[in-house]
């Protein structure tokens, strides 16, 4: 095919390639997608009590925002040990042989259940999630009620959740840090042309695999296989392709949307498909024929290599041959349409990217083709969009580790702070930014012990002071807010006004916040060449976040507000963190400040500062800020403005308000007033 290959081939594919990088698959961006996804991974699985991990198209960064890809998020119990055989077996560690038998599918296992004191299986068979299989075995099943999450829609292994920005399949799985050894093979084989390297195969190896709980269609006792995935080593793979190699696989993606899945539908060919079919061709051909002038040759191939998988309805899966994934899906009239649509667009030699709809490729493709290679323009304000979901998955595991981190219930020894108060930061990217989160948490703790006792210790609050000075620099917003809030309870005011001064220089409209991600703020993470913990403390606004710890070094209303909208009011109450609005916030904290200094004309500003955050912005915590704001027309005396706030909160949540004890206490101030009066 390579020596019948038409002359506008070479021309077509440099063309198609600046085409790609208008949209985002430059491999600037790429880099900043894939490095964000990482730094993301480790900041979650400090917030999660499971091993979690991001899968799929989103976390390889293969898709674009017409592709539409949604983010799988893999949890994984570490409470259970899975065991490719005895000779591992330790005692009094939960653990689960791999076993498979005769009518085991290829690519699938079963789980033995294995003894904490004896390496057999003894266990009860009226534990719920265990089954006696066809060979006398207790098993554990795949379809326990304890593997599936609550108010999310099933799709097989997955449960999808709709998070607005994105759509999230939340994937339970166990895993197994050993080698499988059906994938044995992988490992040993002939690879005349060196990929993947010896050095990506032992690194791979290392990760080891993911058992899925989903059983073979066609198995007999489906509800006891797990199927084996080696997503982690499909993701290292996925990352290290080369430019062209990386276009082309999400070409492959574009063709299977916009011409292969209307005319088959979408559960036959799938982008593992295509995946797998680039692999393959990868690995049996040499590494000088991946160039950005053979881009459009490299789909052609993975499509002629896809139209000979389907005339034998044999897709092998890249780890486990044996394994056919076209099995009960590419068959009958449904193989015959595939070849129908494969033979079509071979015959068209290229012609069909100009029908390519996704991000209008087709159109550019078209335009960039009637002018000169030289004067062509790569950079494009489309390739911004493809940054929103890794800036929002990193602003939303931050605001799960800033909880983790307040609520962790760390001490106030010496020994356990010293943890956190080393002689200098933590030189990895990210760890840095979790230890100025984990110093602002603490600082605001010590504060709020130090400031209870009778006479206030000083030296525990130059401790906490020291503690929040470095926390104040995680973000924008949330560490400098509890900054200010401590200088406040101690009736420190100039020094209040200072740090609220600076968050107002720093907080400017390219600051991210409530995952709403300006056009500004794209642009400046694309262009400035910024670390991870610099983007965070310049752009990143987290919200604010108080726990009953703190109760002595926060505002009054912000303590009514915690401790009256628990989960319950009977008996004692749970004690949840009250978050708020950091915008909000920094103007309600204005607002007190202006109080004490009696300097009426600023506090009214702040005080319609207030209200236009409400009116004006996306709030995410809209019942605290109306309670909190109710709070504060209340001390001005505008009671019947109260009430109307009151009333829009009871609104938005009829239980668990704070807004029912300021209600309740309106209405008490009233009768008095009333009853005084007669």
């Not at 011409?259 to 061709?281: A, N, Q, R, W």
């Not at 200088?487 to 001064?501: E, H, I, K």
Request: aromatic letters at 10%; glycine letters at 4%; charged letters at 20%.
């Amino acid at each position: 095919m390579v020596s019948n290959m038409p002359d506008y081939y070479k021309d077509v594919s440099v063309r198609l390639s600046r085409v790609l990088d208008t949209v985002g698959l430059g491999e600037e961006i790429r880099w900043k997608r894939i490095n964000m996804f990482i730094q993301s991974e480790e900041v979650i699985s400090l917030a999660c009590d499971k091993g979690i991990n991001y899968m799929g198209s989103q976390a390889e960064v293969t898709t674009t925002p017409d592709l539409q890809s949604d983010i799988d998020m893999v949890y994984y119990e570490e409470c259970y040990r899975v065991l490719k055989d005895l000779d591992s077996w330790m005692p009094f560690i939960p653990s689960l042989l791999i076993v498979s038998d005769d009518i085991t599918s290829p690519g699938y296992v079963k789980l033995q259940s294995v003894n904490m004191h004896h390496p057999w299986s003894v266990y009860n068979i009226y534990r719920k999630q265990l089954k006696l299989d066809r060979q006398g075995r207790f098993v554990f099943r795949n379809d326990h009620n304890g593997l599936k999450m609550h108010n999310r829609i099933h799709h097989g292994p997955a449960n999808t959740s709709n998070y607005g920005y994105m759509t999230a399949d939340h994937v339970f799985g166990m895993r197994l840090h050993a080698w499988p050894d059906q994938a044995s093979q992988w490992l040993t084989k002939n690879r005349r042309h060196n990929w993947p390297s010896h050095q990506i195969i032992r690194l791979i190896q290392e990760t080891g695999a993911l058992l899925v709980p989903v059983g073979h269609k066609l198995s007999q006792e489906q509800h006891l296989e797990w199927r084996i995935s080696i997503s982690f080593g499909e993701k290292i793979l996925v990352w290290l392709f080369s430019s062209t190699q990386y276009r082309c696989y999400i070409l492959l993606k574009m063709i299977n949307k916009c011409f292969i899945k209307p005319v088959i539908g979408d559960d036959v060919l799938s982008s593992y498909h295509c995946k797998t079919c680039l692999f393959y061709l990868i690995e049996n051909t040499p590494t000088a024929m991946w160039q950005p002038d053979n881009l459009l040759l490299c789909v052609e191939l993975c499509l002629r290599l896809l139209y000979n998988w389907t005339e034998s309805t044999i897709c092998p899966n890249y780890f486990i041959p044996e394994e056919n994934m076209f099995q009960c899906k590419v068959y009958g009239h449904v193989r015959g349409q595939l070849l129908d649509v494969l033979s079509n667009l071979l015959r068209q030699e290229g012609r069909y990217l100009i029908g390519i709809s996704c991000d209008n490729i087709g159109q550019k493709l078209v335009n960039m083709c009637q002018i000169p290679p030289m004067e062509l323009e790569s950079k494009s304000q489309d390739v911004l969009q493809i940054l929103v979901t890794p800036v929002t998955i990193m602003f939303r595991d931050l605001e799960a580790a800033s909880e983790l981190a307040l609520k962790d219930d760390l001490g106030f020894e010496t020994y356990q702070l010293k943890r956190y108060f080393p002689s200098h930061e933590p030189r990895r990217d990210i760890n840095a930014t979790l230890w100025k989160l984990h110093c602002s948490s603490i600082g605001s703790k010590l504060a709020s012990k130090y400031l209870s006792l009778e006479v206030p210790d000083q030296h525990g609050l130059d401790v906490a002071h020291e503690l929040l000075l470095r926390g104040s620099l995680s973000d924008v917003t949330s560490g400098k807010l509890k900054l200010a809030v401590f200088y406040l309870v101690q009736n420190n005011l100039d020094m209040s006004m200072d740090v609220l001064r600076d968050i107002h220089k720093t907080y400017n409209y390219k600051v991210t916040k409530f995952k709403v991600l300006s056009k500004y703020t794209l642009q400046s993470i694309f262009c400035e060449n910024l670390s991870t913990t610099q983007l965070i403390s310049q752009y990143f606004a987290l919200s604010v976040l108080h726990h009953p710890s703190e109760i002595t070094c926060i505002p009054k209303a912000l303590i009514t507000e915690m401790f009256c909208s628990s989960t319950s009011y009977q008996g004692s109450a749970y004690q949840e963190c009250v978050r708020i609005c950091p915008k909000f916030y920094l103007h309600f904290l204005e607002f007190l400040y202006y109080q004490r200094v009696n300097n009426w004309s600023h506090k009214n500003v702040a005080l319609n500062n207030m209200i236009y955050v409400i009116r004006h912005e996306r709030n995410a915590f809209q019942n605290t800020t109306l309670n909190v704001l109710a709070y504060c027309l209340r001390k001005e005396g505008r009671l019947t403005t109260v009430y109307s706030i009151l009333c829009m909160s009871m609104k938005l949540t009829k239980e668990n308000n704070g807004a029912i004890w300021q209600i309740s206490t309106l209405l008490n101030a009233a009768f008095r007033f009333l009853r005084d009066g007669q």
